[in-house]
């Protein structure tokens, strides 16, 4: 029987625009595929989550790019071992789902691409993917990150990153191990990412109206998260 492990390295971002496409080398090894002639055309579109046959994401990829939409597919380095090799691959973070932005006016030629079993729904409507979240997983990957998969977290501490290519981005503050990860969610694909992270570089988000509740500002555990955390543990 194969041992099969993995461990994240770098990141890397699949991001195609249609017609003619180039490729350019950013920071930390991410490739981002683009096309500038037609940058800003499909600005304040929404996205869309497309749910694919499972390891044909990157092959659909391509063939949306090709039919002319916007697509979006955040990647990771893994290294999958085996008792007598070892291989880096690389994996969608969101495994089994695309994301495209656009008018969904030519779905026809979206669910006609094969390896395509929907698009999402909520209801009777199209899901559609928050601006933010995207923003948010494309600075994952283009940062200087370790980041990988984690299973769909909604509740927990809720921080936000106070300093360095993340400042801004909220996310749960998990503890593995010796370390401290940010995990990141895309809500309508109930789908997670973690990345590690400093936890002196985070500070809690206090929901709204409880402030209120602390006329002197809020208890010294909430400052003191970090601390509370590896104190439990």
């Known amino acids: 029987m194969w041992k099969i492990g993995a461990v994240a390295h770098r990141a890397k971002l699949c991001f195609s625009d249609p017609k003619k496409v180039i490729q350019r080398k950013v920071r930390h090894d991410v490739t981002i595929t683009s ?28 063939m949306l790019s090709a039919k002319g939409f916007e697509v979006f597919l955040p990647l990771y380095e893994s290294t999958r071992r085996w008792k007598d090799r070892s291989k880096l691959l690389s994996l969608p973070l969101f495994p089994c789902y695309v994301f495209v932005r656009g008018e969904l006016d030519r779905r026809l030629q979206i669910m006609t691409t094969p390896g395509i079993h929907m698009i999402l729904c909520n209801g009777e409507h199209f899901a559609t993917i928050p601006e933010d979240e995207i923003h948010t997983i494309r600075r994952t ?9 984690h299973p769909f977290l909604k509740c927990g501490e809720r921080v936000r990153v106070t300093r360095g290519a993340l400042e801004g981005v909220e996310g749960i503050l998990v503890r593995k191990k010796s370390s401290y990860r940010l995990v990141l969610s895309v809500d309508m694909v109930a789908q997670s990412v973690s990345i590690e992270i400093d936890a002196n570089d985070v500070e809690p988000v206090i929901v709204r109206g409880v402030a209120a509740s602390f006329p002197s500002g809020p208890p010294a555990s909430v400052g003191t998260l970090a601390a509370a955390m590896q104190t439990s543990s």
Not at 35 to 61: C, F, M, V
Not at 141 to 149: D, L, S
């Open 35 to 62: 096309n500038p002639a037609d940058a800003g055309t499909s600005q304040g579109q929404p996205w869309w989550a497309l749910y694919t046959r499972h390891q044909h994401e990157k092959t659909i990829a391509t």
């Open 141 to 149: 990957v283009e940062g200087p990150f370790r980041i990988e998969p």
